[in-house]
C-alpha cells in the first residue's frame, strides 16, 4: 500500500470555497482567521465573560502551540477555523473550571480515589481494555460529552440524558464526515470513555494536538518538558467532574502517560497502573494512518513521509522515556501490569480478571456479564476494515525493528510479521 492509496478527506463544496479564498488570500499574506495569543483570549473572555485563567502554567505551551500552527501546520482557511474553534473551546473549558471551583470551594475538597491508568502504545489493545474496565458500575470513566462541554459540571441523576450528549454526537458526526475512515481507525462516542490526552489539552500539554495538525515543533518542545502542572490540571478537572457524579475510582487512558510517570505517580502516588504492549512495527504506520486521515481535514499538503518519521520520534521518545524511568525505579514492577495485546484480544474477559487480581479488586458476576456483553457487542473491525503499510509512510521494517529493539528486549515483545 503506497501513499496514493491513503483515505482522502471529504471535503464539501463550501469547504472547497472557502480554502481556495484562503489560497488567494495568503498569496498577498492575508490570514484572515488570528491565532494570536491576544486574539483567542480575548475572544474566549467575551464569549465566556470569564478572565481567571488560574494557574498561568498553561502560556507556555499554548504560546508554543500557536507558534507550530503558523510556522509547521500548513494550515487551510478551513483549518485555521477549525483550530481557532479548537483552541476558543479549551481556553473557555479552563476559564469555566476555574470559576466553578471559585463558587464552589468544595470541589477542590474533591478526594480523588486511586484510579486505574492504562497506558501503552496505541493499537495495542488500551480501547478494548478500557472499555471492559469501564463496564464496572464501580468504575468511572470521564465521557466524551462531559469532558467536550464540562460546563456545568455533570450530575448523576442525568449523566445518561443530559442534552450535551446529543450536541456532543453531532460534533463526532460531522467530523466522521469530513474524516472518511476515521471510525474504522479510532471509533469515537458521545458515550464512550475518552482519553486523558483530551482531558489534559486545556493545559496545552498534551499529544492531542499533533494528532490533528503538524505542530512538529511543538510536539518536539513538549517532550522534554516536565509534566508536573498537566497532572495538577489532570487531577483538578477529575475533581469537577466527579463533584456531583462520583464513582468508587476512576478508569482513565492515555498513551501520552508513557512519558510522564515520574510525574503521574506524584500526583497520583496509589495508582494502580497497566502497561499494554505490542511491536512497535504494527503500531507506527497505524497510528500515521491515523493521523495523515485527521490531518487532511486541515491541510491540503501532508506529507506522509514527514508524518512517518515523526511518528517515529515520537513514540521512541516516550517509550525511551518509560524503559528509562522503570529501570531507574525498579520498584515499580511489583506494581505496574504488563500486559499484550494479544492476551489482551484473545483473552479479553481473563484478561480482566488478571487485572482485578493484581490490584484487589472486587470483580461481581454481574459486572463480568456485563464485560462480556461488552466484547460481544463491540468485535474487532465492527466500524470497518483499517489497512496500513509502512510503506505508504516511508518506513523501513529494519529501522523500525532496531529502533524499538531495546523496547521489545525489556517487556519480552515479539515481533509480528508485516
Partial sequence: MD?????????????????F?????????????????????????????????????????FRRLLQSLEEDAKLTLFGRFFAQRQLLELLSHRLRLVDWRKRHPEIAQEK???????????????????????????????LSWEIDEPDPPPETATYLTDPRIERTEKRFEQLRQLAPGFQAIHPIGSLMPQ????????????????????????????LDQDMTDAYRFHHDFLQHL?????????????????????ALIERYPDAMIIQTHRDPGRVIPSVSSLEYTMRMVCSDDVDPHRLGAQ?????????????????????????????????????????VRKVYEHFDLPLTPATEARMKAFVTDNPREKHGVHRY???????????????????????GVALEPY
Fill in 3 to 19: 501513499a496514493r492509496h491513503l483515505p482522502q478527506p471529504f471535503r464539501p463544496l463550501p469547504i472547497r470555497s472557502m480554502n
Fill in 21 to 61: 479564498f484562503g489560497r488567494g488570500l495568503s498569496r498577498v499574506g492575508v490570514k484572515p482567521i488570528a491565532l494570536s495569543e491576544a486574539a483567542l483570549t480575548g475572544a474566549a473572555a467575551r464569549q465566556t465573560g470569564l478572565s481567571d485563567y488560574g494557574a498561568e502554567s498553561f502560556r507556555p505551551g
Fill in 112 to 142: 480523588v480515589a486511586p484510579p486505574i491508568f492504562v497506558l501503552g502504545l496505541p493499537r495495542t489493545g488500551t480501547t478494548l481494555l478500557y472499555g471492559l474496565l469501564a463496564e464496572d458500575p464501580a468504575a468511572r470513566a470521564p
Fill in 195 to 222: 482519553e486523558c490526552i483530551v482531558l489534559m489539552a486545556s493545559e496545552f500539554m498534551s499529544i492531542r494536538f499533533e494528532m490533528t495538525f503538524d505542530v512538529a515543533g511543538y510536539q518536539s518542545w513538549m
Fill in 242 to 262: 466527579q463533584w456531583r457524579c462520583p464513582g468508587e475510582h476512576w478508569v482513565l487512558k492515555s498513551p501520552g502517560h508513557l512519558g510522564a510517570l515520574d
Fill in 311 to 351: 511518528q517515529m520520534k515520537v513514540w521512541q521518545t516516550l517509550l525511551d522515556d518509560c524503559v528509562a524511568t522503570r529501570a531507574r525505579r525498579p520498584e515499580l514492577d511489583a506494581r505496574i501490569l504488563d500486559l499484550h495485546f494479544d492476551s489482551i484480544v484473545s483473552d479479553p474477559q481473563g484478561t
Fill in 389 to 411: 503499510g509502512l510503506e505508504s509512510f516511508g518506513l523501513d521494517a529494519a529501522e523500525v525493528e532496531s529502533t524499538f529493539a531495546s523496547y521489545r528486549e525489556r517487556f
